[in-house]
C-alpha cells in the first residue's frame, strides 16, 4: 500500500486511520490497533513539523504485510537530521516553543518491535517501523 | 453557565476551575485550535484550575502531552492545579508512560475533581486567617 499526502496537519488523522484500516486483516487487538496508529501519527506528524518546517511538501506512507509482521514507512524529502540519535532522545526537542513534548520517537520506539531511521541534512527523512501483530493472543 | 461551543472542544467555569471537554481525537492537527482557544481562556482571568475531559477522545499522541504539560505549567506559577477525567484506556496508556501523572491528577468523573479541586481552595483560604 503506498499513499502520497500533502504536508498539512489534517492529513495527519487520514494517515493513521488509512494505515489502521490496512491491517485489520491482520486481526489486531484494539491495543494493538492504537500503537500502531500512534506510532504512524507521530511519524507524519514529525515530517510537517520538523521536516517541512510547515511548508507545503510530499509525504509518502508504504505498507507491506509480511506474514504477521506489518512494515511502515514513512518518507519525506524535508530538511533532514543532523543528529538522528539527540533527536531521538527522550523530551529533546527543536521546538520547545511549539510545546512538542520531545515524545515523539519515543513513542515510536515504545509501541513499535523495530524502529530505524535514515536521514541526511538537506535530503529528507525516512522512518522505518515493524510490528509482529498477534502476538499477544498468543501468548 | 453556558456551554460555548468550539472545534474540538466546549468549556465550562466552576468558580475558579476551567473544565475542558475535548472532543475530538487529540493530535497535532487539534491541538493548534485547543492551545489557543483554551489560552484566551485562562488569559481572560480569574482561572486557577484545570480540568481536562476526555470522555469523547480516542485517540492522543504526544502532541496532547505537549497542550497539557504548557496549560499546566500556565496554572502552576499561580498555585493552581491540573486534572484529567474520565480517561480511556488508550489514552490513559500515553498519560502513564510519558510520566504525566506525576503532574496532573486523574479522576473518574469531572464533579469529583471540581470537588477536590475546589477542597484544595478552602484548605489554602482557612489557612491564611
Given at each position: 500500500m503506498k499513499l502520497v499526502i500533502e504536508s498539512v496537519s489534517e492529513n495527519e488523522a487520514f494517515a493513521r486511520t488509512v494505515v489502521a484500516a490496512y491491517i485489520t486483516r491482520l486481526d489486531p487487538t484494539l491495543e494493538e490497533l492504537a500503537d500502531v496508529k500512534t506510532a504512524v501519527s507521530e511519524a507524519v506528524t514529525n515530517s510537517i513539523i520538523h521536516g517541512y518546517v510547515g511548508k507545503k511538501g510530499e509525504i509518502t506512507v508504504n505498507c507491506q504485510i509480511h506474514g504477521k509482521e506489518v512494515e511502515i514507512e514513512v518518507i519525506d524529502q524535508g530538511v533532514?537530521?543532523?543528529?538522528i540519535p539527540k533527536a531521538m532522545e527522550?523530551?529533546?526537542?527543536?521546538k520547545p516553543e511549539w510545546e512538542r513534548s520531545g515524545m515523539g520517537f519515543a513513542f515510536m520506539e515504545a509501541f513499535m518491535d523495530v524502529l530505524e531511521v535514515e536521514s541526511e541534512p538537506g535530503r529528507g527523512t525516512k522512518v522505518v517501523m515493524r510490528k509482529e501483530i498477534g502476538k499477544e493472543q498468543e501468548e | 453557565m453556558m456551554l460555548q461551543e468550539k472545534k474540538c472542544m466546549h468549556y465550562e467555569l466552576v468558580g475558579n476551575c476551567l473544565v475542558i471537554y475535548v472532543t475530538d481525537d487529540l493530535d497535532h492537527h487539534a491541538v493548534t485550535s485547543l492551545r489557543e482557544y483554551s489560552d484566551g481562556l485562562i488569559e481572560?482571568?480569574?482561572?486557577?484550575h484545570l480540568v481536562f475531559d476526555f470522555a469523547q477522545v480516542g485517540f492522543m499522541d504526544s502532541s496532547g502531552i505537549g497542550l497539557i504539560m504548557g496549560r499546566y505549567k500556565k496554572v502552576m506559577f499561580l498555585g493552581g492545579r491540573t486534572a484529567v477525567t474520565r480517561v480511556g484506556d488508550v489514552v490513559n496508556r500515553i498519560f502513564t508512560l510519558s510520566g504525566l501523572y506525576q503532574i496532573i491528577e486523574k479522576y473518574d468523573t469531572v464533579e469529583e475533581a471540581l470537588q477536590m479541586l475546589q477542597k484544595s481552595n478552602r484548605k489554602k483560604e482557612g489557612k491564611k486567617k
Open positions: 533532514g537530521i543532523a543528529d527522550p523530551l529533546y526537542t527543536t | 481572560a482571568g480569574n482561572i486557577k
